[in-house]
């Protein structure tokens, strides 16, 4: 009960000097980190010009919270002979109180604001914006290109020609996914049932990946595809290309590999290796069944059956839905051939 | 086996009449409108799972006495047979005294800490590298989610209301809560809560891997270990909410004489705020979830977009619930973090008042924040302004209770032991927790980081580094209390400091592979995250080794520890002022409260007094009797 008698000097002085010097290293570490993936959109910078703010406001905070924490326990921390001790009776200070109501509201209130004008930049329309359909589906996705008075030009792989604003709409055709390109900044989920938009305009040539960040069942982590952000040109020879009907790109080359596109996909479809284990092909993934133990015996009919009708017949302990219906869209007609006459090889072995 | 008496045997037996139960009605309902087949085993499976816990706690004789009073037959109001803890067998049955519930909850929830963490230790494993090691995507999802919910619905949330239960009525100075009955109700529909979940990985397809968010469809279409979680969540809300409600009429109604509410410790507001918040929320989440049941077992279309329904109602009416949630979740650490900073600093909480408005004004600024979660979901556009502005609102409050906090150490004398240790570890990592809960509530931000790791990071550093430590702050400081035994000091302080140290290691890295974009809930990722992977996954098996540090020195010192005394922190707070551990029904005399709870410093203040003219301030000195073994009647 009794007061202590020590050299009361409260050392805010002290404090300050620290903390000022503890906030300069912890901003200047906090903007040295690189936090973002290369940015490769118009969306990319007032967002990471954000963040670096929230860095600069955040760490004095933390660093005043932890200052006085460590001056207190320094030098009010009891000492032998303290042990019944009290500290003095100071129940508030209505002033101090005020402004520590008052100055928090008026950061906050400041940086909502700043956030708003960020966002309102982010979201604006552009002129002669390209519509791009996005398809979600389990796992993987579709991008449509609506084309003037034709069928769109429908593709596994997201082509993107660089400045040229694009609006996504995004849709589900199961469950929920969400549509990310971390260099893009920009994500939305696709949602069964109603559309979804956002817009970027991306603004550096390269091969960016696409995430899905929504949880969606067994594949989640394998949702991936690649967005290729090309010259104008470029993307326009692609645009036609794709036009072309789909023997147009195998007849040019030689017959397509059965093996390597099981273990590594077309550019289009997801590998099958992604899913399903084959020694042969030197996959051990565990997604789908172990075709080590379900292919042999079967016939090149019913290899081509579970192929292009995943779900008709399921494998024990597996559910359906989990093999994406599409390959056979996503497979040229060549390349399905040649994987089924790869898979019977492997099965008759 | 005494099968007509209440007990584990006719609970046994009771549970095998409600499988029974469902099988009957099944067939009778499918014969009677003609189904085929007549008999179908995930009907079956889900209406047991209601069923059979419900016989089970009618069986352990949770629903005897009111049964008895409402058929007429004799029962004896005044009874206490069944208070107080005798043995340590006493702990496995229907229990009305609050000591005893209170550390029935503690124990079993931190029985559930164990399962939660070993969760998370498997995932880990996984995660140390890119590419699948252990556990295939099914299973890992299944560790996630089982992890998350069994954190939250069977350990934070229980916990606090352990705690509380213990603490709560001896501070005011209430024998017992208002509904002894409904209390031991309220937890013994927990363990089966828990056991549902755990069991969930036995079911056909394996457990339920949507999340603990469990939204539709997925969850709709999911396999039948989702009903474990969607019927388990019922039961752990239905005691989350009986328990509430508990709290309050025994807070309005049971105050000892003196104590105004502007004279209640904080803990009894913080508990008196969260109750609030339970009993407007949770009817929601258990909404949200019979939804997602009617959806699978009869057929609706709540959640199927092709046939009308609405796939962003589910979050909309889930996180109404689970914003709040972060606060039931929170709101109670913030009393037992008043309780510690004021008795170990020796001095009055700083701005007593507005640290209780503030714990109102977060009540009422959390029902107004949900949509933030939703930010990318695809709801209105508009939407997501205001619930920006309210959601960095609220961190005004919350920031007035972090800046008292430390006004209450300054020039105060710090007694540094273990609670106080994991009192102000939490003020640091709260106030990180908080900084990273006001970025993202800047929609421009969060566009970006939602589903990556800094969401991960960001609860944990709220739930692990705010509400776990202030837990760990609270069992600390009433262990005495509790128990009747001290706990070694020095395991304790080592076990503040290697969790402390291991949890940032574990989870700050987590912020930066979020923000490069590394998605959450992915047994593999992209082989660019691999070397902070692997560091956070060996940081997290020191996280689970310091936690047997604390499990070795709470089993020991209950076991053999020194005596505790009454009131070892010399806290004014009536539950110091009568022996370790407390009498039977609390209190001797009824006490009378002159003053505040945290007079600490003013020269002969006193917060209550046992009759009109003795003094408090003389409580026991001498070591209380042992605990269990020596009831005073």
């Known amino acids: ?349 | 086996m005494k099968l007509r008496a209440p007990g584990f045997p006719r609970a046994g037996l009771f549970t095998a009449l409600g499988v029974a139960f469902s099988y009957a009605l099944i067939l009778a309902v499918r014969g009677a409108y003609g189904y085929d087949p007549l008999l179908k085993g995930e009907a079956v499976l889900e209406l047991s799972l209601i069923a059979a816990p419900l016989f089970f706690l009618v069986g352990l004789g949770a629903f005897d006495y009111w049964f008895r009073w409402a058929s007429g037959a004799p029962t004896i109001p005044e009874e206490h047979s069944s208070h107080g803890a005798h043995s340590w067998r006493d702990y496995f049955k229907v229990n009305t005294d609050h000591k005893v519930i209170g550390i029935q909850y503690v124990v079993t929830s931190f029985f559930f800490l164990m399962v939660g963490g070993v969760l998370a230790m498997l995932m880990r494993a996984e995660l140390a590298q890119p590419g699948r090691q252990f556990v295939d995507a099914n299973t890992f999802n299944g560790l996630f989610s089982v992890h998350a919910s069994i954190l939250i619905f069977l350990f934070i949330i229980p916990v606090f209301a352990g705690l509380a239960n213990y603490v709560l009525p001896l501070m005011i100075g209430a024998p017992d809560m208002a509904f002894p009955r409904l209390n031991a109700l309220s937890f013994w529909m927990l363990p089966l809560a828990g056991l549902m979940m755990i069991l969930s990985f036995f079911a056909p397809g394996g457990s339920f891997a949507s999340g603990w968010t469990a939204y539709a469809p997925l969850s709709t279409t999911a396999p039948e270990g989702q009903v474990f979680f969607t019927i388990g969540v019922q039961f752990a809300g239905a005691s989350s909410i009986a328990t509430a409600l508990n709290f309050l009429v025994t807070i309005i109604t049971m105050r000892a004489p003196g104590m105004s509410f502007f004279r209640m410790p904080l803990l009894v507001w913080a508990n008196f705020s969260t109750s609030l918040l339970v009993v407007i929320a949770t009817p929601f989440v258990a909404a949200s979830q019979f939804f997602v049941l009617f959806d699978r077992a009869l057929g609706f279309n709540f959640f199927q977009s092709t046939n009308g329904g609405d796939v962003l109602m589910y979050q909309h009416v889930f996180w109404f619930y689970s914003h709040p949630a972060v606060y039931i979740m929170m709101l109670p650490g913030f009393g037992i973090i008043s309780e510690v900073l004021a008795v170990k600093s020796r001095k009055p909480i700083f701005g007593y008042r507005m640290m209780a408005f503030s714990l109102l004004a977060i009540v009422a600024l959390g029902f107004t924040v949900w949509a933030h979660h939703m930010f990318v979901s695809g709801m209105q556009d508009w939407i997501r302004i205001p619930m920006m502005i309210t959601t960095a609102i609220i961190a005004v409050p919350t920031g007035i209770k972090i800046f008292s906090w430390l006004a209450t150490l300054w020039r105060g004398v710090l007694h540094l032991d273990t609670p106080m240790l994991f009192a102000l570890g939490f003020l640091s990592m709260f106030t990180l927790g908080g900084i990273s809960g006001v970025m993202l509530a800047m929609i421009p931000v969060t566009i970006h980081v939602s589903d990556t790791y800094f969401i991960v990071a960001h609860i944990h550093y709220v739930l692990f580094g705010g509400s776990l430590l202030t837990i760990f702050a609270g069992v600390y400081y009433w262990f005495p209390k509790m128990t009747g035994r001290m706990y070694d000091e020095k395991l304790g302080k080592l076990h503040f400091w290697t969790t402390f140290i291991f949890f940032n290691a574990t989870f700050a890295p987590m912020h930066l592979i979020g923000v490069q974009g590394m998605p959450r809930r992915v047994a593999d990722y992209a082989e660019q995250f691999g070397n902070w992977n692997l560091f956070i996954s060996i940081a997290s098996f020191f996280v689970g080794l310091s936690t047997l540090i604390f499990v070795y020195n709470m089993v020991s010192s209950w076991r053999g520890g020194p005596r505790a005394v009454a009131n070892p922190w010399r806290a004014l707070t009536l539950e110091w002022q009568v022996s370790s551990p407390p009498p039977i029904f609390n209190f001797d005399a009824v006490p009378t409260v002159v003053g505040g709870p945290y007079e600490y410093g003013v020269p002969g203040a006193v917060h209550g007094i046992f009759g009109p003219a003795r003094p408090a301030d003389v409580p026991t000195p001498a070591g209380a009797p042992a605990p269990a073994e020596s009831p005073k009647e």
């Not at chain 1, 326009?236 to 023997?247: D, H, I, M, R, V």
């Not at chain 1, 899913?275 to 019913?302: F, R, W, Y």
């Not at chain 1, 996503?330 to 089924?340: K, R």
């Open chain 1, 1 to 349: 009960m009794r007061e202590r008698k020590r050299d009361e000097r409260t050392p805010v002085l002290q404090m300050v000097f620290h903390g000022a010097i503890a906030s300069a290293i912890g901003i200047a570490v906090g903007l040295a980190i690189d936090w973002f993936p290369e940015g490769a959109s118009t969306q990319a910078g007032p967002i990471d010009t954000l963040w670096d703010v929230l860095i600069v406001v955040s760490v004095p905070i933390f660093v005043t919270v932890s200052i006085i924490v460590l001056f207190s326990v320094r030098n009010f921390g009891m000492r032998p002979g303290e042990e019944n001790l009290d500290g003095p009776p100071i129940h508030g200070n209505t002033r101090l109180e005020i402004v520590w109501t008052a100055i928090p509201a008026i950061i906050l209130v400041a940086l909502c604001t700043y956030a708003y004008v960020v966002l309102v930049d982010i979201e604006e329309a552009q002129a002669n914006e390209m519509r791009i359909n996005v398809v979600g589906q389990q796992f993987t996705w579709t991008f449509e290109y609506p084309q003037a008075g034709g069928k769109p030009v429908r593709s596994q792989q997201l082509y993107l020609p660089q400045d040229r604003p694009v609006r996504f709409y995004v849709k589900s055709l199961d469950v929920i996914h969400d549509f990310w390109v971390p260099a893009f900044r920009m994500k939305v989920d696709a949602v069964p049932g109603i559309e979804t938009r956002y817009r970027v305009t991306p603004d550096r040539r390269g091969t960016y990946p696409v995430v899905c960040a929504e949880l969606c069942g067994l594949g989640h982590a394998f949702m991936r595809v690649n967005a290729h952000v090309v010259s104008p040109q470029a993307f326009k020879s692609w645009l036609t290309k794709q036009k072309q009907p789909a023997q147009g790109a195998s007849a040019e080359g030689e017959a397509p590999d059965g093996k390597a596109l099981f273990a590594e996909g077309n550019g289009d479809a997801t590998a099958c290796g992604a899913c399903h284990t084959l020694a042969d092909a030197g996959t051990n993934a565990s997604i789908g069944p172990d075709l080590d133990e379900a292919l042999p015996g079967q016939d090149a009919a019913a290899i081509k059956a579970s192929i292009v009708k995943p779900n008709a017949e399921l494998s024990d302990g597996f559910q359906a839905g989990v093999m994406p219906p599409n390959y056979g869209d996503t497979l040229s007609p060549e390349e399905l051939d040649a994987l089924v006459e790869y898979l019977g090889e492997v099965a008759g072995k």
